[in-house]
């Protein structure tokens, strides 16, 4: 395994409508995403850029880490139990680019890694696959293969 950029953090919340003010209001965000339903994942998602560069640094402001807000959709039970033990929401998972997701997969299960499923398409249009947290120092890890363009950047 070679660790790739950090795609997004995930965030779950009980309103992404909520979140969307807190992340514009206090936060100061300015690219807030369209809020999308990922059927096949039972949630709603909505991606907030943070920017690829410090502010006044004169660099390209894309590219940055996101954050990915997620609010179950009804029939959901792994994130409406996440937020039954934390109503406010909170912290849910990180997210890594890898270039070959099926060899992340094998890498990870021959570390002895427990991967949770078979590789999916995930939220950015790409396949993904989780890592249980209890193999990965209590954080539950998303690899997601990076887009072949940068249209996840744009959209
Ligand atoms: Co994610």
Redesign the pocket.
């Known amino acids: 395994m070679k660790l790739g950029r950090l795609?997004?953090i995930?965030v779950a919340t009980p309103s992404i409508a909520d979140s969307i003010v807190f992340y514009r209001d206090v936060m100061g965000a300015t690219k807030i995403h369209e809020p999308f339903d990922l059927e096949s994942q039972g949630v709603k998602?909505c991606f907030v850029d943070t920017p690829a560069h410090s502010t006044g640094s004169g660099l390209s402001d894309s590219g940055g880490t996101q954050i990915?807000l997620?609010e179950p959709l009804p029939g959901n039970t792994s994130i409406a139990s996440f937020l039954e033990k934390n109503p406010a929401g909170g912290q849910?998972?990180m997210?890594y680019e890898v270039p070959d997701i099926h060899a992340a997969k094998a890498e990870f299960e021959a570390m002895g890694k427990r991967v949770l499923g078979e590789p999916r398409i995930?939220?950015h249009g790409t396949l993904?696959f989780f890592v249980h947290p209890r193999d990965m120092g209590g954080v539950l890890t998303?690899i997601?293969e990076t887009p072949k363009d940068e249209a996840h950047l744009s959209n």
Do not use: S
């Open positions: 795609n997004h995930g998602v990915e997620v849910h998972h997210c995930g939220a993904i998303e997601m």
